[in-house]
C-alpha cells in the first residue's frame, strides 16, 4: 500500500506530463488516463507493449546508468562548494 500523500503526488504528476486528467480536487478527486497528444498515446502503448513481451529488458532500461555524455552534462548542473 502506498501513503496517501504520496499516490496523491505521483497522480498529479501524471496530470501535469499530460497523461491523465483529474476530475475533482487533487488528491480526492477522479484520475483517468487521457493523454493530451497522439505522440504520447503512441509512446504509452509502446511502453505497454514492451513491459508486456519484454519485461526484464524495460527494467534494465529504467535501472541502466546513463551513458557517460548524459552523466557528463548532468554532472555539469550540480550545485558544489567552491573547492570541491
Keep these: 500500500r502506498g ?6 503526488g505521483r497522480l498529479e ?3 501535469a506530463s499530460g497523461l491523465a486528467t483529474r476530475e475533482g480536487d487533487a488528491g480526492d478527486g477522479v484520475y483517468r488516463y487521457a493523454p493530451k497528444s497522439a505522440a504520447l498515446r503512441a ?23 546513463p551513458p557517460a555524455a548524459v552523466q557528463s552534462f548532468a554532472d555539469a548542473f550540480r550545485v558544489r562548494k567552491p573547492g570541491t
Design 43 to 65: 509512446a504509452t502503448i509502446g511502453l505497454a507493449e514492451m513491459y508486456r513481451t519484454k519485461p526484464i529488458s524495460l527494467v534494465k532500461a529504467i535501472y541502466a546508468r
Design 13 to 15: 504528476d501524471l496530470v
Design 3 to 8: 501513503n496517501p500523500a504520496s499516490v496523491a
